[in-house]
Protein backbone atom coordinates (compact mmCIF):
# COMPACT_ATOMS: atom_id res chain seq x y z
CA UNK A 1 0.00 0.00 0.00
CA UNK A 2 2.76 2.17 0.86
CA UNK A 3 3.31 2.42 -3.19
CA UNK A 4 0.36 3.38 -3.55
CA UNK A 5 0.02 6.43 -1.52
CA UNK A 6 3.38 7.39 -2.01
CA UNK A 7 2.35 8.00 -5.68
CA UNK A 8 -0.79 9.36 -5.03
CA UNK A 9 0.86 11.54 -2.66
CA UNK A 10 3.36 13.04 -5.32
CA UNK A 11 0.42 13.27 -7.62
CA UNK A 12 -1.61 15.83 -5.21
CA UNK A 13 1.69 17.13 -4.19
CA UNK A 14 2.51 18.41 -8.13
CA UNK A 15 -0.69 19.75 -8.34
CA UNK A 16 -0.69 21.60 -5.32
CA UNK A 17 2.51 23.22 -5.91
CA UNK A 18 1.85 23.96 -9.54
CA UNK A 19 -0.86 26.30 -8.11
CA UNK A 20 0.95 27.30 -5.63
CA UNK A 21 -1.98 26.49 -2.92
CA UNK A 22 -0.85 26.30 0.58
CA UNK A 23 -1.81 22.79 2.75
CA UNK A 24 -1.28 20.80 5.46
CA UNK A 25 -1.29 17.10 5.81
CA UNK A 26 -3.37 16.15 8.77
CA UNK A 27 -4.97 12.80 10.36
CA UNK A 28 -3.46 9.04 10.13
CA UNK A 29 -0.94 10.23 6.97
CA UNK A 30 0.35 13.04 9.37
CA UNK A 31 0.57 10.22 12.31
CA UNK A 32 2.38 7.88 10.54
CA UNK A 33 4.78 10.74 9.08
CA UNK A 34 5.77 11.39 12.51
CA UNK A 35 6.62 8.08 14.11
CA UNK A 36 2.89 5.93 14.05
CA UNK A 37 2.69 2.45 13.11
CA UNK A 38 -1.03 2.34 11.79
CA UNK A 39 -1.29 1.49 8.12
CA UNK A 40 -2.33 4.74 6.23
CA UNK A 41 -5.78 4.46 5.15
CA UNK A 42 -6.39 7.55 3.28
CA UNK A 43 -4.91 11.31 2.40
CA UNK A 44 -6.29 13.94 4.67
CA UNK A 45 -5.06 17.09 4.13
CA UNK A 46 -6.24 20.83 4.57
CA UNK A 47 -6.20 23.54 2.10
CA UNK A 48 -7.58 27.48 2.25
CA UNK A 49 -10.95 27.97 1.28
CA UNK A 50 -10.08 30.79 -0.95
CA UNK A 51 -7.87 28.31 -3.06
CA UNK A 52 -10.39 25.53 -4.13
CA UNK A 53 -11.09 26.97 -7.19
CA UNK A 54 -7.45 26.58 -8.52
CA UNK A 55 -7.18 23.10 -7.29
CA UNK A 56 -10.70 21.69 -8.31
CA UNK A 57 -10.22 21.93 -12.43
CA UNK A 58 -6.92 19.91 -12.37
CA UNK A 59 -9.10 17.04 -9.76
CA UNK A 60 -12.65 16.71 -11.23
CA UNK A 61 -12.47 13.74 -12.79
CA UNK A 62 -11.25 12.22 -9.63
CA UNK A 63 -14.30 13.51 -7.53
CA UNK A 64 -16.03 10.79 -5.48
CA UNK A 65 -17.42 12.93 -3.11
CA UNK A 66 -18.10 16.86 -4.73
CA UNK A 67 -17.58 19.41 -2.46
CA UNK A 68 -19.77 20.43 -0.34
CA UNK A 69 -20.94 21.12 3.39
CA UNK A 70 -21.09 18.32 5.69
CA UNK A 71 -22.16 17.50 9.04
CA UNK A 72 -20.45 13.84 9.79
CA UNK A 73 -19.71 11.82 12.86
CA UNK A 74 -16.91 14.00 14.95
CA UNK A 75 -16.43 17.12 11.52
CA UNK A 76 -18.47 19.60 10.52
CA UNK A 77 -17.04 21.12 7.09
CA UNK A 78 -16.47 21.64 3.71
CA UNK A 79 -14.72 18.86 2.17
CA UNK A 80 -14.70 16.64 -1.05
CA UNK A 81 -12.80 13.33 -1.75
CA UNK A 82 -11.21 12.07 -4.68
CA UNK A 83 -10.15 8.61 -5.86
CA UNK A 84 -7.15 8.20 -7.51
CA UNK A 85 -5.66 4.91 -8.41
CA UNK A 86 -7.87 3.41 -5.73
CA UNK A 87 -6.58 5.74 -3.09
CA UNK A 88 -9.04 7.81 -1.19
CA UNK A 89 -7.97 11.74 -0.34
CA UNK A 90 -9.86 14.08 1.73
CA UNK A 91 -9.67 17.43 1.39
CA UNK A 92 -11.00 20.12 3.88
CA UNK A 93 -11.48 23.25 3.72
CA UNK A 94 -10.31 26.43 6.26
CA UNK A 95 -10.89 28.79 7.88
CA UNK A 96 -14.63 26.69 8.64
CA UNK A 97 -13.85 23.67 9.89
CA UNK A 98 -14.99 22.13 13.37
CA UNK A 99 -14.53 18.93 15.15
CA UNK A 100 -16.40 17.47 17.68
CA UNK A 101 -14.80 16.54 21.33
CA UNK A 102 -15.34 12.87 22.14
CA UNK A 103 -18.43 11.91 24.28
CA UNK A 104 -19.78 15.30 23.77
CA UNK A 105 -21.68 17.99 21.92
CA UNK A 106 -18.65 20.29 22.13
CA UNK A 107 -17.42 21.79 18.46
CA UNK A 108 -14.01 23.07 18.27
CA UNK A 109 -12.79 25.35 15.10
CA UNK A 110 -9.64 24.00 13.73
CA UNK A 111 -6.85 26.30 13.09
CA UNK A 112 -4.38 25.23 10.75
CA UNK A 113 -1.57 27.63 10.30
CA UNK A 114 0.29 26.26 7.11
CA UNK A 115 3.04 28.55 7.24
CA UNK A 116 3.95 26.56 10.73
CA UNK A 117 3.63 22.65 9.28
CA UNK A 118 6.64 20.72 9.57
CA UNK A 119 8.32 19.37 6.59
CA UNK A 120 7.74 15.64 6.90
CA UNK A 121 8.47 12.45 4.34
CA UNK A 122 6.69 9.65 3.03
CA UNK A 123 8.72 7.40 1.94
CA UNK A 124 10.56 10.21 0.03
CA UNK A 125 7.62 12.26 -0.60
CA UNK A 126 8.38 15.30 1.26
CA UNK A 127 4.98 17.19 2.29
CA UNK A 128 3.94 20.08 5.07
CA UNK A 129 2.68 18.14 8.16
CA UNK A 130 0.76 19.44 11.10
CA UNK A 131 3.16 20.05 13.65
CA UNK A 132 3.03 16.92 16.39
CA UNK A 133 1.91 19.08 19.12
CA UNK A 134 -1.16 20.10 17.49
CA UNK A 135 -1.82 16.47 15.58
CA UNK A 136 -1.89 15.54 19.45
CA UNK A 137 -3.97 17.93 20.64
CA UNK A 138 -6.39 17.38 17.61
CA UNK A 139 -6.64 13.78 17.91
CA UNK A 140 -7.47 14.11 21.70
CA UNK A 141 -10.31 16.41 21.27
CA UNK A 142 -11.76 13.55 18.71
CA UNK A 143 -11.30 10.14 20.88
CA UNK A 144 -11.80 7.92 18.50
CA UNK A 145 -9.61 4.33 18.77
CA UNK A 146 -7.45 4.85 16.14
CA UNK A 147 -6.66 8.69 17.26
CA UNK A 148 -6.10 6.74 21.00
CA UNK A 149 -3.57 4.28 19.42
CA UNK A 150 -1.91 7.56 17.80
CA UNK A 151 -1.68 9.51 20.88
CA UNK A 152 0.10 6.85 22.25
CA UNK A 153 2.39 6.38 19.64
CA UNK A 154 3.62 10.33 19.12
CA UNK A 155 3.37 11.00 22.83
CA UNK A 156 3.80 8.47 24.77
CA UNK A 157 0.69 9.02 26.82
Not at 57 to 64: D, K, N, Q, R, T
Request: proline share 5%.
Amino acid sequence: MSEQVQTVLRWIKAILEQENIPYQIVGGLAAHIHGGSREVADIDLYIPKSQVNNLLPHVGAYISKPLAHYVEECWDLEYFQLIYHNQKIEIGLLPGTKIRAAGSDTWFEVEANFEQSVPGSYEGVVVPVMPVADLVAYKKVLGREVDLIDIAELSGE
